[in-house]
């Protein structure tokens, strides 16, 4: 499945971004390059578990990936909003640029953090811990809550920036609240499930 993403993306860039806007939305979502970004937070995972296990990245190594990840985040964002956004026709090419630079730098962050957290057994507030395990369900909801949410802001006709900005921090309050709702009461019962059934077929 790795593969047939990347082999989309290649045909997609050598067909000139057209492949991608001409395909079905069923075919984009199976082949998204999120595919891949999963897959590179797998592969950290494999680095903390496995061949760092025992000895993790010097603390200068890790700090150093965790300030460039930080920081090549932020200019990848400024180049986007300021220069492709506003300039840019070809937005196959913003898609891509997303991408690579923002996946990049999350990798570099991510990493960067795990390993600082490894060697020196940072002890992180509780509140930050949940929020942690139950991200997937926040990233698997948000979306949809968003959305919902932003047409009622709409809807109710709110115009003012310092409203909207206010509405829209409390939209992404209550989207991240009923994500760790959903992590509570949705996401660890499957799991807890699941892992018992596969457990016990396995013995």
């Not at 891949?36 to 760092?52: D, P, R, V, Y």
């Not at 006709?157 to 989207?175: P, R």
């Amino acid at each position: 499945g790795l593969v047939l993403s990347a082999l989309f993306m290649v045909a997609d860039i050598g067909s000139g971004y057209q492949l991608r806007e001409g395909a079905h939305f069923l075919t984009n979502f199976v082949f998204s390059y999120y595919n891949l970004e999963f897959a590179a937070g797998c592969w950290l995972g494999g680095l903390l578990s496995g061949s760092f296990k025992r000895t993790p990245l010097k603390t200068s190594v890790s700090l150093a990936m965790l300030l460039i990840g930080c920081l090549a985040f932020i200019l990848s964002g400024l180049v986007e909003v300021y220069a492709l956004r506003t300039g840019s026709e070809n937005p196959g090419f913003v898609h891509y640029y997303e991408f690579v630079t923002y996946g990049l730098s999350s990798v570099l962050i991510v990493g960067g953090a795990a390993f600082l957290e490894k060697r020196h057994q940072i002890q992180i507030n509780r509140a930050l811990v949940i929020l942690g395990a139950a991200s997937f369900s926040i990233y698997l909801t948000h979306y949809s809550i968003l959305s919902v949410l932003t047409k009622a802001i709409q809807a109710v006709g709110i115009s003012n920036f310092g409203f909207q900005t206010v509405s829209m921090v409390l939209a992404c309050a209550v989207a991240v609240f009923i994500g760790c709702i959903a992590h509570f009461y949705i996401e660890k019962r499957l799991v807890a499930i699941l892992r018992n059934r596969l457990i016990t077929k396995r013995l």
